[in-house]
């Protein structure tokens, strides 16, 4: 075996020792690690054959790559705020780490980098250990604004990285950590720190502050100004719902990230441009040699200058080691293989980024370029431009859709289609005109207005054509993982081997593929899962509540969480993904226990996404005016309901007579196991008037074994002594927000239910939770438990 191939064998098992960090529950000591080392580096010292020899190098680099990651993974973990400084009121001093934007609530967001922490005497003991140089800060108030200066002094109340946990959905700790933010928090006072230097980092911040600002300005009469300054200078602030709507829906959204494609686009322009005025010289002054060498360093140069411009996010410098090590191999006239430049690249981005393994765009983008690699290197007869772009998009719709499967996603099957119009449009059109423009306004700023005109008229055929192919509702189930792997493998044959016969028949296999399941997918799709036992899931939705309960085949969703416009939505980013995951098409019962946003953001989200039955609550009216005029029509009273069953459970409705509203009006659901002797109160955000009411009528079973939702996420307006004393639960469960500002729950109602003896659950420090009802016993798993190492585990109230 050569020296090189051993070297591949080598950058593989680095590459993959990374990625196997990112899989683990708890992360390896590094002593550990090191001490592993010695043992396949001793077996590469003895090894007497290739064999051997490989085996040596592949088991000492995946342990070295391991230990690379772990190495950084420790020290951000480690970079993160103690327990004991959250809630406090702390000064630090630093400077502005990204681009200042509006965000909900009237605040503005920023991230900011610490230089000085200034802690209070009381806390010198936390200033032993590292504290977090990284922070996501939100500041309120009418004197919030973008324009802030670039160093501060800051007044801030921090928490420690924290986010929803479900089986599947965003993960915003994961997004904390992959960010590299120790902490979150508000800012109190804010005033500009006059008194120190501006490093490389903070001039570099400003610079690009300014640019955004300078753009923004000068473009700001532009109709697609958010497209606009999402291409040219990478920044997505601007950007609205509905174009994230329509980016999504056509599987366009890597035409607004800075990825490889435009760095590409801004290599071959450059290189281009400066072969053309190179060839103009006498060839004596620039022989072939030195002819690659200057083209090959202006794109490097261009490529650098566009990712600096564009915010030199982790992305954009991902995009850039790919653009870089391609040209090195075009340019350099190097025999270095397509597959050992891609290897190469991939390792480089690894050691650069050891945290690149996070982002799901990193497996998306050395996917699509490892696809097309293997298309065009290994197909035997080469194919014109038009045909060439058809085969790609196949060949990347095709082996993205796994991958897509793996990372909890749907394949957009009218981004097939959209991606054949938009990337030639971007590459040929827009991104020339979008330089060329830029060009334009930094040398003569007369010529704006001509060039915003130029703008609207390239971007607009752009959006116009995603606008209409987002309203083409087209999908396909996915067949499953295996299924798709295959479909994959014959895609690629296909495509590479000049067969016609066998085209001809993967095509037919595919359209008959397609056809029957538009035709017959749909209908098919109404069914649930069934489980053996009865299940309860109490979904992890920030401040809010959202509650599924199923039997055999039969499904009910107790409220559906909270939804801000633009911002978060319970419904999509936990019960769409959470419930097709378990096998959920139809709602049979859908209970809103009253009209408050925390307990009935999305409905209509969700309505669009599942079959629902019956809809029961509290508010008729108030919940009617939140959907469409057909679906309001079927919505019933919560004091109407009779008693019944759903599989082997027994649902009984109760709401407070007379005419309350608000909270009071809460649809309160009491869960019945006779099987299993287990009854579930639902309460809503009842409080200590409605629970005298309530345990008043309510008959119960003292054998039974209880599991009770605090009312009102354990406000101190609920959770009475009389409410504890008639109920008595074995478990009582908490769904709030961690430490936010309503302070749910209260500490004076987590006493009171711990002094009954029951077992406290809460999401904000369990994540989900799973409720088994199995014969003499609740089964209880919480999400938290079974996350992987850089998420904090469950944690008591």
């Not at 330089?435 to 207005?449: S, T």
């Not at 859908?590 to 629902?612: C, K, Q, T, Y």
């Not at 109920?727 to 430490?739: K, N, Q, T």
């Amino acid at each position: 075996m050569s020296g090189s191939f051993m070297a591949r064998i080598g950058l593989v098992g680095f590459a993959c020792g990374v990625i196997l960090l990112y899989s683990l529950a708890v992360l390896p000591p590094l002593p550990g690690l090191i001490s592993a080392m010695v043992i396949p580096f001793l077996g590469l010292v003895r090894a007497n054959s290739p064999v051997s020899r490989a085996v040596a190098i592949l088991g000492t680099a995946v342990i070295a790559g391991m230990l690379w990651a772990a190495w950084h993974a420790d020290v951000r973990q480690q970079a993160t705020l103690p327990a004991n400084l959250e809630g406090e009121l702390l000064e630090v001093s630093g400077h502005v780490c990204d681009v200042p934007s509006t965000g909900s609530f009237n605040s503005v967001r920023f991230a900011f980098c610490v230089e000085q922490w200034h802690l209070p005497a009381q806390f010198a003991a936390a200033d032993l250990q590292p504290l977090p140089q990284k922070l996501r800060l939100a500041w309120y108030g009418e004197a919030a604004t973008t324009r802030i200066p670039q160093r501060l002094k800051l007044k801030v109340v921090l928490k420690r990285p924290h986010g929803s946990v479900n089986p599947l959905g965003f993960r915003y700790e994961s997004w904390l950590f992959r960010k590299g933010f120790g902490a979150t928090g508000t800012i109190r006072d804010l005033y500009p720190d006059r008194y120190s230097d501006c490093g490389l980092g903070c001039r570099y911040h400003r610079w690009r502050n300014s640019l955004v600002d300078a753009v923004s300005e000068r473009l700001s009469e532009a109709e697609h100004f958010p497209l606009i300054t999402s291409l040219m200078i990478g920044y997505r602030g601007y950007m609205e719902p509905r174009h994230w709507e329509v980016l999504k829906a056509t599987g366009t959204i890597h035409l607004v990230a800075i990825s490889g494609l435009h760095l590409g686009l801004i290599a071959a322009g450059a290189g281009f441009v400066c072969r053309r005025i190179l060839l103009c010289l006498p060839q004596r002054l620039v022989s072939p040699g030195r002819l690659r060498g200057y083209v090959f360093i202006a794109v490097s140069l261009a490529s650098l200058a566009y990712a600096l411009a564009a915010g030199f996010s982790v992305p954009t410098r991902r995009a850039l080691i790919m653009v870089i090590i391609a040209g090195w191999c075009l340019l350099g006239a190097r025999k270095t293989g397509a597959f050992t430049g891609l290897l190469g690249a991939l390792v480089l981005v690894l050691v650069n980024d050891p945290f690149s393994p996070l982002d799901q765009g990193f497996w998306l983008s050395f996917g699509a370029v490892s696809v097309l690699v293997l298309l065009f290197s290994l197909r035997l007869r080469q194919a014109g431009w038009l045909q060439g772009l058809v085969l790609a998009q196949l060949a990347v719709f095709a082996a993205l859709w796994p991958i897509l499967e793996v990372l909890g996603q749907s394949q957009v099957v009218v981004g097939f289609v959209a991606n054949l119009f938009a990337i030639p449009w971007v590459s040929l059109v827009v991104m020339p005109v979008v330089v060329l423009g830029a060009l334009a306004m930094a040398i003569f700023p007369l010529l704006d207005d001509i060039v915003i005109k130029a703008f609207d008229l390239v971007f607009g055929v752009l959006w116009h054509g995603l606008d209409r192919l987002a309203d083409v509702e087209l999908a396909l189930p996915a067949p499953g993982l295996p299924a798709l792997v295959l479909m994959v493998v014959v895609v690629m044959v296909a495509l590479l081997v000049p067969f016609r016969g066998f085209r001809l028949a993967t095509a037919c296999l595919a359209v008959v593929w397609v056809t029957v399941s538009l035709v017959k997918g749909a209908p098919a799709g109404t069914a649930n899962s069934p489980v053996d036992d009865p299940e309860l899931w109490v979904w992890d939705v920030g401040q809010g509540l959202s509650v599924m309960v199923r039997d055999q085949g039969q499904v009910l969703v107790y409220d559906t969480g909270p939804a801000l416009e633009g911002v978060y939505s319970a419904v999509d980013s936990v019960l769409i993904p959470n419930l097709r995951a378990l096998g959920v098409a139809r709602i049979d019962t859908l209970v809103i226990s009253h009209g408050d946003g925390d307990h009935a953001g999305g409905l209509p989200l969700l309505f669009e996404h599942f079959e629902v039955g019956q809809v029961v609550t509290g508010e008729p009216e108030r919940v009617a005016g939140m959907l469409p005029g057909r679906l309001a029509k079927a919505i019933g009273s919560c004091a109407r309901q009779d008693v019944r069953t759903m599989g082997s459970l027994e649902l009984a409705f109760w709401r407070s007579p007379g005419e309350a509203e608000g909270n009071d009006a809460s649809c309160v659901l009491t869960i019945r196991s006779a099987t299993a002797d287990v009854e579930v109160v639902l309460p809503g955000d009842i409080t200590r008037r409605v629970e005298s009411q309530f345990t008043a009528d309510h008959g119960q079973d003292p054998s039974a074994f209880r599991v009770v939702l605090a009312p009102h996420h354990g406000s101190k307006t609920s959770s009475s002594e009389l409410w504890l004393k008639q109920m008595a639960p074995d478990i009582a469960v908490f769904s709030a927000g961690y430490r936010h500002r309503f302070g749910h729950p209260h500490p004076d109602v987590v006493d009171r239910y711990r002094a009954t003896g029951s077992r406290l659950l809460n999401t904000a420090t369990s994540g989900a939770l799973r409720l088994e009802m199995r014969p003499g016993k609740v089964a209880v798993t919480e999400a938290r438990t079974q996350t992987p190492f850089w998420i904090r585990k469950p944690e008591s109230r």
